[in-house]
């Protein structure tokens, strides 16, 4: 069984950064596909960006390119999602997913394990 636990959501002002963290324990962490979803109140939940095994693949919602960095470090069995330039659209509940699928996933079906979510709100 996969553990994925979030952390780095909090309050911040439109313009503004926050990075959140994804630590995960339970299985070789290079042999994971990953992601970040978001849900939004009364929205489905939507992908935000995915990584390949190895890094050599990303994928970026069109609504965040150029303001969202995925990254993943083996060493710390954690993948990070750099937040910048941070808009009231952008909040929601962010979750980390993990897939032992091959390749990038992008949908919500294709990921099996999920953490349990960390909010992020941005005030105008």
């Known amino acids: 069984q996969v553990q994925l636990v979030e952390s780095g959501g909090g309050l911040v002002q439109a313009g503004g950064s926050l990075r959140l963290s994804c630590a995960v324990s339970?299985?070789?962490?290079?042999?994971?596909?990953m992601g970040w979803f978001r849900q939004a109140p009364g929205k489905e939940r939507e992908s935000v960006a995915a990584?390949?095994?190895?890094?050599?693949?990303?994928y970026y919602a069109e609504s965040v390119k150029g303001r969202f960095t995925i990254s993943k470090d083996d060493a710390k069995n954690t993948v990070y999602l750099q937040m910048n330039s941070l808009k009231p659209e952008d909040t929601a509940v962010y979750y980390c997913?993990?897939?032992?699928?091959?390749?990038?996933?992008?949908?919500?079906?294709?990921?099996?394990?999920w953490g349990q979510g960390t909010q992020v709100t941005v005030s105008s």
């Open positions: 339970g299985r070789t962490f290079s042999g994971l596909v």
């Open positions: 990584i390949s095994r190895y890094g050599g693949s990303i």
């Open positions: 997913a993990a897939s032992t699928g091959m390749g990038l996933r992008v949908a919500v079906r294709e990921y099996d394990f």
